[in-house]
């Protein structure tokens, strides 16, 4: 089993940053899971944010956060980073960390078949 616990959610401004932190654990997590971050507003659906490539070699970003969000790893802690810049009230949400060896599941509109999820961290951007 796998579990994963994010931190680093909290209320910002319109305009400021926030670092996310995802931190796995469990026997298996070495086995090569890509990981990725999907967020769900109030009275939305869940939606898929960014995903990361098991050797961190590749990253995806969905277009209204690319070249404002960089999602990063490091294998050697067991930990994935959502690195989140020009925060908008649009971007406020829960912000779910997911584990999947299939990339493409991580890359799926809202993640169905995912292997492993957080409980999700809030994040609150102000106007």
């Known amino acids: 089993q796998v579990q994963l616990v994010e931190s680093g959610g909290g209320l910002v401004q319109a305009g400021g940053s926030l670092r996310l932190a995802c931190a796995a654990s469990?026997?298996?997590?070495?086995?090569?899971?890509?990981m990725g971050w999907f967020r769900q507003a109030p009275g939305k659906e869940r939606e898929w944010v960014a995903a990361?490539?098991?050797?961190?070699?590749?990253?995806y970003y969905a277009p209204s956060v690319k070249g404002r969000f960089t999602i990063s790893r490091d294998n050697a802690e067991n930990t994935t980073y959502l690195q989140m810049n020009s925060l908008k009230p649009e971007d406020t949400a829960v912000y779910y960390c997911?584990?999947?060896?299939?990339?493409?599941?991580?890359?799926?509109?809202?993640?169905?078949?995912?292997?492993?999820w957080g409980k999700g961290t809030l994040v609150t951007v102000s106007s």
């Open positions: 997911a584990a999947d060896r299939a990339i493409a599941t991580l890359t799926s509109p809202s993640g169905d078949g995912m292997d492993y």
């Open positions: 469990g026997r298996t997590f070495g086995s090569y899971y890509a």
């Open positions: 990361i490539s098991w050797s961190g070699s590749k990253t």
